[in-house]
């Protein structure tokens, strides 16, 4: 509350919020379009790689010609930064390594970061979080993108003073999908390729949120933020509409569906033997909470919360989420009150990689969304224990030995560049976050685990 108040003040006293966006994507033009219309912000500049794709963003989101003219153009972050240090710096490329570099330098230079970047934050988040906190600026999830949503409803319960069981978001899954390819994506989307081609639409990535690898990076995010738990054989995507949220998002010992309470997970707009689900929340976001106490119960009836059939767990959910089009509220959160919407406090869910085909030594790996392999939330310890690879540092690196479908791949499994900064960046997070017991971090565990 109180944000466009602040706002209103900052441009009547002609002191907007300077914005660095770096990215000019489909999410950083959402966030142009609504910039140009925000009282008290602007824009300093935009970095991409493409000058013309950058200058196309800003006529596509409709900015008049005589203010996009003053807005500076480059194609590298670093450059833009050295030359004037904005307020807030929107890293919204989706590659992780580019996503970390951007992130620490924006943090040197004494500029909040607002991190688009899912996949830069699960490789890194809790370093880039405690950098930023110990240079006095903020880091921060992105508001309209799921994961800060979702850890919003999280803040929202738990100031209440309920008992969070669960929390995450809707999406479109079936158990084949995780062998999808971005040859095979359109079909699963009702679209031909050449309609995709058309619209500009990304098949890998697109094929990243139905192989399961996006869901996983985005719960891996919100367990980090917000201390859930993340299930011990990854997300199961139970096929569930808003009906039945209260009844099936809570621990088993209550009748529902999860391992425990406090976890995160995913629900299904489809049936896993195909068919859509009544009531989906395919675009939304959801959590379930616990009432303390029998009054509290009774109140939940009493205001026509959705319950089960106990009538003491509840739910509540936000059916569809606005992107970019949001992300004002996280750059006027971070200039304006000095608070995240969200940002990772530890280290406890990670995304690894696993083998969509039998893979053979000698190939490379693709990366996420790709013909190789798709990302399985885990919990982190068991990561570590395992020597699991992550998904962010599964992209053109090599096999060093065949690996079966399904198969969770490991750090043995590849030739990782140990000296590069991605590599390097991601040691010092788990050296510093390792969230092994002690007298454990260092045993490892044997062999190959299946997915």
């Known amino acids: 509350m109180n944000l466009h108040r602040l706002l209103a003040a900052r441009a009547a006293a002609g002191k907007p919020i300077r914005v660095g966006l770096i990215g000019a994507g489909k999410f950083g ?36 010609a005589g203010r996009a003219d003053g807005v500076r153009l480059g194609e590298y972050a670093a450059e833009l930064l050295g030359e004037e240090r904005p307020e807030v710096v929107v890293e919204a490329t989706g590659d992780p390594a580019a996503g970390i570099d951007h ?18 934050d699960v490789l890194a988040g809790p370093l880039l979080a405690a950098k930023a906190a110990e240079a006095g600026v903020v880091y921060s999830l992105a508001y309209g993108d799921q994961p800060a949503l979702i850890c919003e409803l999280v803040d929202w319960a738990r100031a209440c003073g309920f008992t969070v069981a ?45 192989d399961g690898t996006k869901s996983s990076i985005e719960m891996a995010a919100v367990a980090n933020a917000t201390g859930l738990a993340v299930p011990a054989e990854g997300l199961a995507f139970p096929a569930a509409g808003t009906d039945r949220l209260a009844d099936d998002l809570k621990p088993r010992s209550a009748g529902g569906l999860l391992d425990g309470p406090g976890m995160v997970e995913v629900i299904s707009s489809e049936r896993h033997e195909g068919g859509p689900v009544p009531n989906d929340l395919r675009w939304g976001v959801y959590v379930t909470f616990e009432a303390p106490g029998d009054y509290t119960a009774r109140c939940f009836g009493e205001y026509g919360i959705a319950r089960d059939e106990s009538g003491r767990y509840g739910a509540l959910w936000r059916p569809s989420h606005l992107i970019g089009l949001e992300l004002g509220v996280s750059v006027a959160s971070a200039a304006l009150r000095g608070e995240a919407t969200g940002a990772p406090t530890g280290f406890r869910g990670d995304v690894v990689a696993v083998a969509k085909r039998d893979l053979v ?30 998904i962010g540092l599964a992209k053109d690196v090599l096999l060093l030995r065949d690996v079966a479908e399904g198969a969770v791949l490991t750090r043995d499994d590849v ?37």
């Open 415 to 451: 030739v990782l560049d140990e000296a590069s900064d991605l590599v390097r960046v991601r040691a010092e997070m788990e050296a510093r976050f390792d969230p092994r017991p002690a007298t454990n971090n260092e045993a490892g565990t044997k062999g190959r685990m299946a997915s």
């Open 29 to 64: 033009s959402m966030f142009l379009a609504q910039l140009l219309h925000t009282p008290g912000m602007d824009l300093a500049w935009i970095a991409d790689l493409s000058r013309v794709r950058a200058r196309a963003a800003l006529d596509a989101a409709g900015w008049p």
């Open 361 to 390: 030594a000698g190939e490379g790996l693709d990366g996420e969304g790709g013909y190789t392999i798709w990302g399985k939330l885990m919990p982190a310890a068991e990561s570590l224990f395992a020597r699991a690879l992550p």
């Open 166 to 210: 669960a929390a995450g978001k809707g999406t479109k899954y079936r158990p084949e999908f995780h062998a999808s390819t971005p040859d095979t994506v359109w079909g699963h989307y009702g679209l031909s390729p050449e309609a995709a081609t058309a619209g500009g639409m990304n098949p890998q990535m697109f094929n990243s949120f139905l």
């Open 103 to 120: 992130a620490l330098a924006a943090i040197v230079a004494g500029c909040h970061v607002v991190m688009v970047n899912v996949e830069a």
